[in-house]
């Protein structure tokens, strides 16, 4: 098993000038708490000073940003690049995916280590490194997918978390018998997060709900796109983010929610954290930019290139609604969960919606949608912007201020922005690699107009100026503020605290062993189910003789009372309730 140190990466010489010394003049710097109007010197990579009328080294090269927006570079939590996924692997690899992801505006990835059950974590994790170190273009981070659980997944996790720059890990409740786990597995890996500092994610969704539905659905003739959400309504992304809320609360363990797809889900994390929980919920650009009707729509190649999981929700007002939750922090974060097939590959599933891929761009066009439905609606101001496209993922996973805010001794990970600039989406003009783009067409004002990413220009005047293995990894260290500040606190007020008494000193009955029942009695033992010969009644009679009134004829057997009696003869009775009246009045 090979160790990766953070190495030390040559600069190609082209770059050199442009990496050494920058100056951003002119713009408004847009913080998450603040915008002021001020200059930044760059100098290595890093930022060096922020103001006014700053004294700069000569032979800076100076980018005007008058009329702009400056702002951190974007932070993408949620990535899946070249992941190997139901038969093949998505098409965006780490070196197309983070072009694009800078060509948007995005200085920096968080992806999965997702491999399948029983594959050691730490061999996942350095073949994910091994992947990604010679191609990204920009840094990135990793999360840890948790397909299985054993005492030495355990202590896998152990050791990403103090040697390997891990902090928080992911469980499946879908996807089963592929990367699902169980619900005590799942209690068992958030209590291992919380004693290791770590944030545990969840993709929520009913997997075992998902396989029966899907199952009938095939059995009526539904193998169609339209399956694949028909098969995971809402209401199976609701229930496994209330379960997860729940488990997660009983593991005393904060608890990030992925791609955030419905109303309802949105709404439990919302309610979770006013009661207190430490939830943080994840809308993705897909689920705040489009939705779910595209399903049915007629061209199969169309409808299958939304499919992804959870899916899109086919309520219209469904991005709205969440914009407007991610507006007023009940929910904190975007990602994409990019994750691109071509068509030839969501083609597998061409007679069967649960062969079909699942996955959708985004890395680069989430900064632009969300600007579009989130600022340019009024939703948001620019900087809630800030915060929800970077800071506020940086504080998460630990890695603020150094990324997600323009300061001294940031990283100069920065974004000149043009909120008035258009553009249109289109598969024919964007940098990932995949075929199709669930945005296609859309018109988003705001567009970044410069990308810095560690000092270095890597977009200007349109152009991309990128360089395969130059990103660096980021480690991310646990015990990240932002989750566990309160957790101390929770675990004391929530400690069990034992009832002092004085012991019991009466009498205690004596069991026969002669007559306990070694068996555990079979059927209902509150209401036992009389045979059909026994009498109905369990009240004895009445000092006459009498049935008692209180007792009740109902027996699951369906016999009645009186069955052992000759049935007597009757006559039909027409006359009205309280007899027939007769007389003149």
């Not at 996924?85 to 694009?100: E, L, R």
């Not at 730490?122 to 273009?137: F, H, M, P, S, T």
């Not at 599933?349 to 439905?373: A, C, L, T």
Request: charged share 25%.
């Amino acid at each position: 098993m090979s160790n990766h140190p953070t190495p030390v990466k040559k600069v190609p010489i082209h770059l050199q000038s442009a990496q050494s010394r920058l100056l951003i003049r002119g713009g408004r710097v847009v913080n998450d708490d603040q915008s002021f109007d001020a200059d930044i010197y760059i100098e290595d990579g890093v930022i060096k000073q922020v103001g006014t009328n700053l004294v700069v080294p000569g032979g800076s090269r100076t980018i005007e940003a008058k009329g702009k927006l400056v702002i951190p570079g974007g932070i993408d939590s949620h990535t899946h690049m070249q992941l190997p996924f139901m038969g093949t692997y998505a098409i965006d690899d780490f070196y197309s995916g983070t072009k694009a992801a800078l060509a948007g505006g995005t200085t920096m990835i968080i992806d999965f280590v997702l491999d399948q059950k029983g594959v050691s974590l730490l061999d996942a994790y350095d073949k994910w490194r091994g992947w990604a170190d010679e191609k990204v273009c920009c840094d990135y981070g990793l999360h840890v997918g948790v397909t299985w659980w054993s005492p030495q997944v355990a202590k896998d996790m152990e050791t990403l978390c103090k040697e390997k720059g891990i902090n928080s890990f992911k469980a499946f409740l879908a996807y089963k018998d592929v990367f699902m786990l169980n619900d005590d597995e799942l209690y068992q890996l958030m209590k291992k997060c919380k004693d290791l500092r770590a944030l545990a994610m969840v993709h929520a969704e009913n997997g075992h709900l998902i396989a029966e539905k899907s199952q009938e659905l095939v059995d009526q003739g539904i193998t169609g796109p339209e399956g694949h959400e028909m098969c995971r309504p809402e209401e199976v992304e609701a229930e496994a983010t209330h379960r997860s809320i729940t488990i997660a609360d009983q593991a005393c363990c904060p608890l990030y929610v992925v791609h955030v797809m419905s109303k309802s889900a949105a709404n439990l994390v919302s309610a979770a954290r006013r009661k207190g929980n430490i939830v943080f919920g994840e809308p993705i650009a897909a689920s705040l930019g489009t939705d779910g009707t595209h399903y049915w729509n007629k061209c199969w190649r169309h409808a299958a290139g939304h499919v992804m999981g959870p899916p899109l929700r086919p309520d219209p007002t469904t991005p709205a609604y969440l914009m407007d939750l991610l507006a007023n922090n009940d929910l904190q974060v975007t990602g994409t969960d990019n994750c691109t097939f071509n068509a030839d590959q969501k083609a597998l599933g061409k007679d069967d919606f649960r062969k079909i891929p699942n996955g959708v761009n985004g890395v680069e066009d989430r900064m632009s949608v969300i600007w579009e439905k989130g600022v340019h609606t009024g939703k948001m101001d620019p900087c809630r912007y800030v915060a929800v496209t970077s800071t506020n993922a940086a504080k998460i996973f630990n890695i603020y201020p150094q990324k997600g805010r323009i300061a001294v001794g940031s990283d100069a990970d920065i974004v000149v922005w043009n909120p008035s600039a258009t553009r249109t989406i289109s598969a024919k003009t964007h940098h990932q690699a995949v075929d199709f783009n669930i945005f296609e067409g859309m018109e988003c004002h705001g567009v970044p107009e410069v990308v810095i990413a560690n000092g270095r220009v890597v977009l200007e005047d349109g152009q991309l100026h990128v360089t395969q293995g130059v990103g660096r990894f980021i480690p991310t260290p646990c015990n990240a503020e932002t989750v566990y500040g309160r957790v101390s606190g929770l675990e004391r007020a929530r400690q069990p605290k034992k009832v002092e008494r004085e012991p019991y000193e009466g009498p205690v009955i004596a069991i026969d062993p002669k007559h306990v029942e070694t068996i555990p009695p079979k059927g209902n033992v509150i209401a036992p189910v009389q045979d059909s010969g026994t009498a109905a009644h369990q009240r004895p009679p009445t000092r006459s003789g009498g049935r008692n009134l209180q007792d009740s004829s109902f027996s699951f057997s369906g016999a009645q009372f009186d069955d052992d009696r000759p049935l007597r003869p009757h006559s039909r009775v027409v006359n009205p309730p309280g007899g027939r009246s007769e007389g003149i009045w």
